[in-house]
C-alpha cells in the first residue's frame, strides 16, 4: 500500500504536469495558428496598461485620467512597464496558477479517498475537464481566483475535520477577493463557517480581514472620482448605471449551461446530504452549506461565459468539493463530482481546444496591427472600442468609447434605463479634440458620430476565436483629419502581416 505522503505527492504532481501540458498544448496550437505568441484577449493588455499607468503616476490608462480594474492584477504586472518583458508577466502569473491548481486538485482528490488508479485516472483527466489549461490560457487574473478559492475551499475542509486554522487558509481567504470581487462570498462564508464552529474571534478577524482590502479599494476609488466597483464589473454585468437586479442576473445565468450546472449542483448536493446518512454529519453539512451558497451567490450577482473564465472557478470548487465529500460519503459523492467534470467538459473542451485557441491570431491580425498603427504611423490621439493593445505602451491619449478605461464614455453608453444617445461618441471624439477612430461598428452602432469618415477598413482571411466582429472600420471624424489618415493607412496597409488586410474605403464626395 501506498504512504500517505507519497500518495499526496503522487496524485498532485499528476495532477500538476496534465494542468501545465494542457496549457502547453493551448499555447503551442494557438501559436502556430496565429505565427507569433500573443494573448487570445485584449483584456490582458487593458491590464497592462493599468499597471504602466500606475507606474508613472496614473491610477488609469491615460496620464490624469482615473480608470479602475481588479483589485491585484494590475500590481502584479507593474515592474518592466511598457517593455516587452512586462508583457510576458501576464503568461508567468498564470503558468503559476495553472500548476498550482493542479498541486491543489491532486490534494482534493487524495481527500476523497479514492484508489490508487482511480485517482491517478481523475488526477490527469480532471484538469482538462475542469478547463483549468484554459482559464490560464486566457491571460487573465481568473487562474489566481481559481486558485485562492480552491485553497479556501481546502483549508476550511481540514478545518471542519480537524479544528486547525492552517496560516495558507487564512492567506486564501483574504487573497480570494483580490482577483475577482466573486471571491468576497466565499471568503465571508468560510469565515462564517469558522465562526459558527467555536472559533467566532478567529472567523470574525477573517472576515474582518477578507472585507478590509475591498472596502480600502472601494473607498480608493471614490476618492478620485470612480465608481466604487471596477469599470469591467460595472460595463460587462447587468449593473452598470441601471438599478441591480439579482433576479434578472439569476435569470440571464441561467440561460448558460454551465449556470444550470451550477443550479443543479447547488441543488442536488443538499438532497446527497438528504439521502447519505453519512453526510449528515457536521463537517460535511458545513461543507455542503458554503458550496450552495457560494454558487447562488455567484449564480445572482456573478456571470458566465467569455471564455469560460468566470465561472471556472466555481466548476472547480463543485468538483473538488463533492470529492472532499467522498471521503465521508462513499462513491455517490466521487461519482457526481466525475459526472460534473463530464457534463462541464463536454462544453468547455470543443470550444478551447477548436475554436479558443484562434483567438490569438484574431487579436495578433486585429488589435496588434491597430496597436502598431497607432504607436508606430498614426502617433496621434484616437478613439477606440478595444482599448487594450492600442493604449499598452503609446503615449498619445486613447479615448475607450466601450467604458472600461472612461467612465465618462461608460456612464453615457449605459445610461440608466434608457438606450445611449445616437452619436453620442461623435460628440465625446469632438470634446477630447480626437481625430481619429478605429472601432467595430457592430459594437458602437448607430453611436458613431454623423460626420465620422470611413477611410479603410481592416479584416482578416479566415477569421475565427469565438470574437462577436472581425471587421475593424478606421474612421477620421471629421474632414480635416481625411487627408491625413488616408495617407497613413497607405503606408501602413503594405506592412500587415500575412491574412490581415487594409481596405480602402472610396471618398465621399
Request: proline content about 6%; charged content about 10%; overall charge neutral.
Amino acid at each position: 500500500m501506498v504512504q500517505p505522503g507519497r500518495t499526496t505527492v503522487n496524485l498532485s504532481v499528476l495532477a500538476a504536469i496534465s494542468a501545465g501540458f494542457g496549457f502547453l498544448g493551448l499555447e503551442w496550437l494557438a501559436f502556430a495558428h496565429a505565427g507569433v505568441f500573443e494573448y487570445p484577449l485584449d483584456d490582458v493588455y487593458i491590464h497592462l496598461a493599468m499597471a504602466e499607468g500606475i507606474a508613472h503616476g496614473t491610477y488609469g490608462i491615460n496620464p490624469g485620467e482615473a480608470a479602475s480594474a481588479s483589485i491585484l492584477y494590475p500590481l502584479l504586472l507593474l515592474p518592466f512597464p511598457g517593455t516587452q518583458m512586462q508583457r510576458m508577466l501576464p503568461l508567468l502569473w498564470n503558468v503559476a496558477a495553472v500548476l498550482g491548481l493542479g498541486w491543489l486538485w491532486g490534494c482534493a482528490l487524495l481527500a476523497s479517498g479514492a484508489g490508487p488508479r482511480v485517482g491517478a485516472a481523475l488526477a490527469l483527466l480532471g484538469p482538462v475537464l475542469l478547463n483549468l489549461p484554459g482559464v490560464a490560457f486566457t491571460g487573465m487574473e481568473n487562474s489566481l481566483h481559481a486558485l485562492a478559492a480552491l485553497a479556501v475551499l481546502l483549508g476550511l475542509w481540514r478545518f471542519l475535520k480537524d479544528g486547525r486554522l492552517a496560516p495558507w487558509f487564512a492567506f486564501a481567504v483574504i487573497a480570494a477577493p483580490m482577483p475577482r470581487l466573486e471571491g468576497l462570498a466565499l471568503s465571508l462564508l468560510a469565515a462564517a463557517a469558522v465562526a459558527l464552529n467555536g472559533r467566532v474571534r478567529a472567523g470574525l478577524g477573517l472576515g474582518l480581514a477578507a472585507v478590509a482590502p475591498v472596502a480600502a479599494f472601494m473607498l480608493f476609488l471614490t476618492m478620485i472620482g470612480l465608481d466604487p466597483l471596477p469599470s469591467s464589473v460595472l460595463v460587462k454585468t447587468t449593473i452598470g448605471d441601471r438599478r441591480f437586479d439579482p433576479l434578472l442576473t439569476l435569470a440571464l445565468n441561467l440561460r448558460d449551461y454551465q449556470g444550470q450546472l451550477a443550479l443543479a449542483v447547488a441543488v442536488g448536493m443538499p438532497l446527497l446530504c438528504m439521502f447519505t446518512p453519512s453526510l449528515r454529519q457536521r463537517p460535511a453539512k458545513v461543507l455542503i452549506a458554503v458550496l450552495s451558497l457560494s454558487i447562488a451567490a455567484h449564480l445572482c450577482a456573478g456571470q458566465f461565459g467569455w471564455m469560460f473564465r468566470y465561472e471556472t472557478y466555481l466548476i472547480i470548487l463543485m468538483a473538488a468539493g463533492l470529492c472532499l465529500l467522498a471521503a465521508p460519503g462513499g462513491r455517490g459523492a466521487l461519482g457526481l463530482s466525475v459526472l460534473v467534470m463530464l457534463i462541464s467538459g463536454v462544453r468547455t473542451l470543443p470550444l478551447v481546444a477548436i475554436n479558443y485557441v484562434w483567438a490569438a491570431r484574431a487579436v495578433h491580425l486585429q488589435q496588434a496591427q491597430m496597436g502598431r498603427f497607432a504607436d508606430d504611423f498614426l502617433q496621434a490621439p484616437v478613439a477606440v472600442n478595444d482599448i487594450g493593445r492600442v493604449a499598452w505602451s503609446h503615449e498619445p491619449y486613447v479615448l475607450d468609447l466601450w467604458g472600461l478605461g472612461s467612465a465618462e464614455a461608460r456612464h453615457i453608453r449605459v445610461s440608466g434605463e434608457t438606450d445611449a444617445p445616437s452619436g453620442w461618441a461623435g460628440a465625446l471624439v469632438a470634446k477630447h479634440g480626437i481625430g481619429y477612430a478605429m472601432i467595430y461598428d457592430k459594437w458602437l452602432g448607430t453611436s458613431v458620430g454623423a460626420d465620422w469618415r470611413a477611410v479603410a477598413h481592416l479584416t482578416m482571411d479566415n477569421p475565427k476565436g469565438g470574437f462577436t466582429a472581425f471587421d475593424v472600420t478606421f474612421y477620421a471624424t471629421d474632414a480635416a483629419h481625411e487627408h491625413r489618415l488616408r495617407q497613413t493607412v497607405r503606408a501602413f496597409a503594405p506592412t500587415l502581416p500575412q491574412d490581415a488586410h487594409l481596405t480602402e474605403v472610396p471618398s465621399a464626395p
